[in-house]
């Protein structure tokens, strides 16, 4: 049902792959009942709540407009999520799955070294970036400058998202480090940390000025750093 995908109905919903998700004909009245359907709705509601979301944000992002942009009757968004605070934790969670899935594609590629896996990382990023003109920056990211304004619960789902792609980054980081590729004083879960929020803010940079620039001098610093 999710085979993977480069484009979601031809367009991508952010700076990273997104799986397919099959166009569904829903008539009028309650959504079907069937199971199947009910979860290709739900998956669907989550990959056009993400576009929306990394163009708008989420207090500017309304249940009506996600469910008629998904093809899914007015008023039946609640069939599928509880309330929009739930809503957007499953959309946290999706969107973390698909970035990890991203991350490992660089991080375990063994035919590189660390700092090479690294590099394709940001490489890979800045051009889905590109793509669509930079309109497009990270969920998470997004989210966290309008933490104030939403539910106390995704503060921390937020900062265990970052933990979780700084631990990814220290364990790339150790093993340059074991191949002598970096110094062996370098604190590594520090420099991981620095990477993560030295690229947020590359990001939103590159996303308010709809260039790459950004990207590419936060690169060149953070590995040149790293060198023995």
Same mark, same amino acid.
């Given at each position: 049902?999710?085979? +993977?995908s480069l484009e979601l #109905? ?5 700076? /990273?792959?997104?799986? %397919?998700?099959?166009?569904? &004909? ?83 590629? +063994?035919?590189?070294?660390? #700092? ?5 990382? /940001?490489?890979?990023? %800045?051009?889905?970036?590109? &793509? ?97």
């Open positions: 049902m999710q085979e +993977k #109905l031809d367009d991508r919903i952010y700076y /990273i792959h997104m799986p %397919r998700i099959t166009a569904i &004909k829903q008539g009028r009245g309650r959504p079907s009942k069937s199971a199947q359907q009910v979860e290709e709705n739900r998956q669907r509601l989550l990959s056009i709540g993400a576009a929306l979301l990394t163009r708008k944000g989420f207090g500017a992002t309304g249940l009506d407009e996600v469910a008629k942009q998904a093809g899914l009757p007015k008023g039946s968004f609640y069939a599928y999520f509880d309330s929009k605070e739930a809503f957007g934790l499953a959309l946290i969670d999706s969107y973390a799955r698909f970035f990890n899935d991203m991350l490992d594609r660089s991080y375990l590629n +063994k035919t590189r070294t660390p #700092l090479a896996r690294i590099s394709d990382f /940001i490489m890979e990023a %800045r051009f889905n970036m590109a &793509k669509y003109d930079f309109n497009r920056g990270c969920l998470v990211g997004n989210l966290g400058m309008e933490v104030y304004a939403l539910p106390g619960v995704f503060r921390q789902r937020l900062v265990d998202v970052f933990c979780e792609w700084q631990h990814k980054t220290e364990t790339c980081l150790l093993a340059a480090q074991a191949q002598g590729e970096i110094a062996q004083d370098i604190d590594c879960a520090a420099r991981a940390e620095l990477f993560w929020i030295g690229w947020e803010g590359a990001i939103l940079r590159a996303k308010l000025e709809r260039r790459a620039a950004p990207i590419d001098a936060f690169k060149a610093d953070f590995l040149a750093n790293l060198k023995v």
